[in-house]
């Protein structure tokens, strides 16, 4: 089992085989989190789901920090690999592993006694207070796991080899669902079920992962005294990770933030947003798959200094992305009830969801470019760009639109579900300028070096 090489031969026959077990897992990802919602909302109350959706997205913000941290050591890898530097290459291995389990450590010692304050700051509903609390402190006790996995999961994309996160992520989403059907349907867990579910799946994920390195060839040597801290290596990853974490968070800040505005709307409101967010993992599946491949593609061809292959990778990433986007946008604008009702048997839980779901129809056109766009520019490194439009993006438009809509009356989730891509639309023109101003001049400097 070999890692890719971007750098030489066609563009999308290998960007499309390494987006394609991307999508997939990214597909699996979004079960294995929709599985929790779908058996809680089959077999527990409408305060379970409600606590199950504020839980998830309160451990999904968590989470994209350490996923956009983790991005750093894809970006890092890729770039030396494309230098043919892999000593160094190897030494970045062995630095992300020790400094990602302090970070993962320290999140969980923060997370579980904060949990009462998490769910109170985002109004959680008095009837779901409770669950929410529990499913919070379980999931931020695990944490060490969740974070192993993301970790593993960019080293892999790095070295250009996207199946075998997928086989873990697969793996882990069927023990999700067999685990969360035995604790809600059949132990009556609620919540808590699905928390414990989502755990010990994680943890079974990193065991198969690390089972599976020893199947890879490496392009690098890498030995277990590399595993130290390596402060020039650390400030390479943070260079690099730290503004999308930065952005990652505040991106998920603001749509904590929407949600507590939901929440204020009632029980009703709160899991229809739930299950639309549910759905939305599935919609986004495609513009999310090739974002992520762009960085991985990108990344090698910048390091080697061949940045024409990198201009065309994203054109073609753009043009496929567009196209499931206009499907699936149609589909989910007209026929999201039907999707809802997958995740509940509520009808107005599914009215509610529908409703919401109808702005991130519209939504699915324009990250088609919005998602390539990014992933190209942290593929090359402008990782603060990716950061200050995903900042404006989500304080200057997405909150702001958000509380204004959910202040008009009749109160409407659509409406207020147009934050979103009202965002998109304001960030893609931020990258369209960026791309066509300050990245050509870096880009041609960069082809001068070769």
């Known amino acids: 089992m070999a890692s890719g090489n971007f750098t030489e031969g066609k563009i999308l026959k290998p960007l499309l085989q390494f987006a394609l077990p991307v999508m997939f897992a990214l597909f699996l990802q979004s079960l294995y989190g929709a599985v929790d919602v779908l058996i809680v909302g089959r077999f527990a109350a409408s305060a379970d789901v409600s606590a199950v959706s504020t839980g998830a997205q309160i451990m999904m913000t968590a989470t994209s920090v350490i996923a956009g941290l983790s991005m750093g050591t894809t970006i890092l890898i890729g770039q030396l690999l494309g230098k043919n530097e892999p000593e160094e290459a190897g030494r970045a291995v062995g630095t992300s592993i020790a400094f990602f389990a302090l970070i993962a450590l320290c999140l969980s010692f923060l997370m579980v006694p904060g949990a009462s304050f998490l769910a109170n700051l985002m109004n959680a509903p008095k009837e779901a207070f409770d669950m929410t609390v529990s499913y919070i402190r379980i999931c931020s006790a695990g944490f060490v796991f969740i974070t192993a996995y993301n970790l593993l999961g960019a080293l892999f994309r790095g070295l250009g080899n996207s199946r075998v996160p997928l086989f873990a992520v697969g793996v882990a989403a069927a023990m999700n669902m067999v685990l969360d059907y035995i604790l809600v349907n059949n132990f009556h867990m609620g919540a808590s ?258």
């Open 193 to 450: 079920g699905a928390a414990l579910a989502t755990v010990a799946a994680q943890a079974f994920s990193v065991f198969i992962s690390l089972l599976l390195i020893r199947k890879i060839t490496l392009p690098f040597e890498f030995r277990t005294d590399m595993i130290r801290f390596n402060s020039g290596i650390i400030r390479q990853i943070t260079g690099f990770g730290f503004p999308i974490a930065l952005a990652d968070l505040l991106v998920g800040m603001s749509f904590l933030i929407i949600l507590a505005i939901v929440n204020s709307l009632g029980l009703m409101a709160s899991a229809g947003m739930g299950v639309a967010e549910k759905v939305c993992g599935f919609i986004m599946l495609v513009p999310s798959a090739f974002g992520q491949s762009m960085a991985s593609f990108v990344a090698q061809n910048y390091g080697a200094r061949k940045m024409d292959r990198a201009r065309k990778a994203l054109a073609m990433g753009i043009g496929v992305s567009l196209a499931f986007g206009i499907v699936i946008g149609y589909f989910s604008f007209f026929h999201g009830d039907l999707l809802c009702g997958i995740f509940s048997k509520d009808a107005e839980v599914v009215a509610q969801g529908w409703e919401y779901l109808k702005a991130y129809a519209i939504d699915c056109v324009l990250t088609a470019f919005f998602f390539c766009f990014n992933g190209y520019f942290n593929g090359c490194g402008y990782t603060k760009f990716v950061m200050a439009q995903s900042i404006i993006g989500a304080f200057g438009v997405r909150i702001p639109v958000s509380y204004l809509m959910s202040k008009m009356k009749p109160v409407s989730l659509f409406r207020v579900g147009l934050a979103t891509p009202a965002s998109s639309l304001v960030q893609t023109i931020l990258c369209i300028i960026y791309l066509f101003t300050v990245a050509k001049k870096k880009e041609q400097e960069v082809m001068r070096e070769a």
